[in-house]
């Protein structure tokens, strides 16, 4: 054997064993997969704008990127920060970004899917919104990931180019939809 990959940081870094704690998060190794996919090296700067418990920031910073997470609930921004004290959060609503044009390296972030969180408008209004805030404040050329329990690649090529499109089966009523933009 050459090299084995070591789980066990993965495994104490599950979403249950941190000081804040909402059901429906992903696990570290699937969100390290999704920060991996984005292309983003060290230095370089990820948002994630659904950030609710902060999973997403916790494995862009162990990776050396700066990050940055926004969401529309209030209590979702406390955890965040009771699960990572040095991140930068704040409330914001996606459809709305207080970041420059494209100031932003990549976006990596698990979309809302309106069941266990509140929804103003419709799911369709906020994806469409979303996506074209995600363009605007992403730098040119650089890609984002992002999943949803929807197919909505006919609405992101509007936006994007898809560079990616990857499936995965969590349960009988959940199928994740990982979308890979530029």
Known sequence: MLWEL???????????NRPFFHPGVM???????LVNMSGAIKGEWILDPFCGTGG?????SLIGCPAIGTDADIEMIQGSRKNLTYAMTGVADARHLPFPDASIDHVVSDLPYGQSVVI??????????????????VKPGKRSV???HQDIRPLAE?????NGYYEQ????????RILVLV
């Open 6 to 16: 070591d789980r066990n940081p993965y495994h104490s870094r599950k979403p249950g």
């Open 27 to 33: 696990m570290p190794r699937m969100i390290r997969a």
């Open 56 to 60: 997403t920031l916790i494995e862009a």
């Open 120 to 137: 103003v408008g419709n799911l369709f209004d906020l994806y469409r919104q979303a996506l074209q805030e995600i363009r605007r404040v």
């Open 146 to 148: 992002l999943v949803t």
């Open 158 to 162: 509007q936006i994007f180019t898809i």
């Open 169 to 176: 089966r969590v349960h009988k009523s959940l199928t994740r």
